[in-house]
């Protein structure tokens, strides 16, 4: 038999197959027994035994250099060479060791302490010798870097002045837990800084939007009672002086300035207080209805859907003091509590909300300012616009609604308003967020009223 034949019996059956006619009846069932037996043992043997014994095919030469050389491995003995694939595989595999556990504690506070170092360097400017903190807070679904622009321009135009603190506590989804919450996280966030920097003496808010609701919180928790403060309290009816400044101390710091932009101090329940509804009677009571199933615990705070063990609504119960906080007091206690309003083009937050006015109080809607310095700003007033004989006059119909108890608490304390309009603005549909400048350049225009808060601003 031919060695062809013996290496492949495809093979054997073509020539079996051609030479079958020359061969004897015996020959040829001696040869078709041979054959079977071969093909019997070519399936018994192992597949990569016959591969490297019977087959004809081609393979790549062997490597004439050990691959392991060029990562500084010595050539085995024997002419072994190392399979590189089987090399990275085993190198993978390995199990890495894990430090000690002192070590990883060391590493874990290292990274700590260098990530809060980081975040306090992009969330903190400032003099280092700067005694009045300014603590700035931003909206629903926002962040630090809201006020970023804010900030720079409090620490360039007040040289050695102010140190801007700008919360980053509440964000994002986080805006969703409810002003109560918020407020705490808020608070907790100020003595922490103020405890860090042992030189601060004054303290000031700037907030925008819902930010004001939770400084209001913020602040009532902060609060500190002072003697000084005492003989306001003494007397039923408090005069203008005496509800400038109140005497106390929120953190064990001075308050200064309390101010509030785009604001819904009076939520934003009733009747065009969310403007995007178009004060459609139906979309305001399906928006206060369904309000939490999008912005949480938020949601039942701003429509004054939340009653909590039979208790006021939470904006109610702040406009007074009360278990929860000395929300009252604490606003009291500001030299200065100014309201910045956008008169119209505002979509999320009303003007009446957001400047703390009854709808007949609301100024002539004016669209161009007066003053070229602060071309958005309208109007600017020092003083609540109504004396008592008009607050008598308000429709008994309205006298106890929960909106005229809001307006009333709040009104026990005076109230810079400044009204704002970005009628001739190029993005004038986007002022809830230009009067804050929440993003630089597209709510540039805003800037004018950041120079109006920073001019107007005690030190």
């Not at 679904?141 to 140190?163: H, I, M, N, T």
């Not at 005496?242 to 819904?264: C, D, H, Q, R």
């Not at 949601?299 to 208790?311: I, P, Q």
């Not at 704002?420 to 630089?440: D, M």
Request: net charge neutral; with cysteine.
């Amino acid at each position: 038999m031919p060695a062809s034949s013996r290496l492949c019996p495809s093979a054997t059956c073509s020539l079996a197959a051609s030479t079958q006619t020359h061969l004897s009846p015996h020959r040829r069932r001696r040869r078709r027994s041979r054959l079977v037996s071969a093909m019997a043992q070519s399936r018994s043997a192992s597949p990569g035994s016959s591969r490297r014994s019977r087959s004809t095919r081609w393979s790549p030469p062997a490597l004439p250099f050990d691959l392991g050389m060029l990562f500084g491995r010595k050539q085995k003995p024997g002419g072994e060479r190392l399979d590189l694939g089987n090399w990275v595989r085993r190198v993978l595999s390995r199990p890495l060791q894990p430090p000690p556990a002192a070590e990883r504690e060391v590493e874990v506070e290292a990274e700590d302490e260098g990530r809060d170092a980081g975040n306090r360097e992009e969330v903190e400017v400032g003099s280092e010798e700067a005694d009045h903190l300014v603590v700035m807070v931003n909206g629903l679904s926002g962040s630090s870097s809201d006020w970023k622009f804010g900030a720079e321009q409090f620490v360039k135009r007040l040289p050695g002045k102010v140190y801007v603190h700008r919360s980053e506590c509440n964000h994002s989804t986080l805006t969703f837990d409810g002003v109560d919450l918020m407020g705490e996280r808020l608070a907790e966030e100020v003595r922490q800084v103020v405890q860090r920097r042992r030189n601060l003496r004054k303290i000031s808010f700037v907030a925008h939007s819902l930010g004001g609701l939770i400084s209001r919180y913020a602040i009532g928790k902060l609060y500190e009672y002072s003697v000084a403060e005492e003989s306001c309290f003494n007397t039923d009816k408090h005069s203008d002086e005496e509800n400038v400044y109140g005497g106390g101390k929120l953190a064990g710091l001075e308050p200064m300035n309390f101010i509030a932009s785009a604001t819904p101090h009076l939520g934003s329940r009733w009747n065009k207080q969310l403007p995007f509804l178009f004060g459609v009677p139906l979309l305001e009571r399906t928006a206060a209805e369904t309000a939490h199933f999008i912005v949480g615990r938020t949601g039942k705070h701003l429509f004054l859907s939340d009653r909590d063990d039979e208790k006021p609504p939470l904006l109610v119960r702040m406009v007074e003091d009360c278990d929860d906080g000395k929300f009252m007091s604490a606003l009291r206690s500001f030299k200065r509590r100014v309201a910045y309003a956008n008169i119209t083009y505002d979509h999320i937050v009303g003007w009446r909300t957001s400047s703390i006015r009854r709808q007949h109080e609301l100024p002539e809607l004016q669209l161009t300012a007066k003053d070229e310095k602060y071309p958005h700003v309208i109007h600017v007033s020092t003083a609540n616009p109504e004396c008592p004989q008009e607050e008598d006059s308000v429709d008994a119909s309205l006298a106890d609604s929960l909106e005229e108890i809001m307006i009333r608490g709040l009104r026990q304390v005076t109230w810079e308003r400044v009204d704002v309009c970005f009628h001739e603005s190029r993005l004038k549909y986007n002022a809830h967020y230009n009067i804050q400048v929440r993003t630089h350049p597209t709510n540039l225009e805003g800037e004018d009223v950041i120079y109006h808060m920073i001019d107007n601003f005690l030190v």
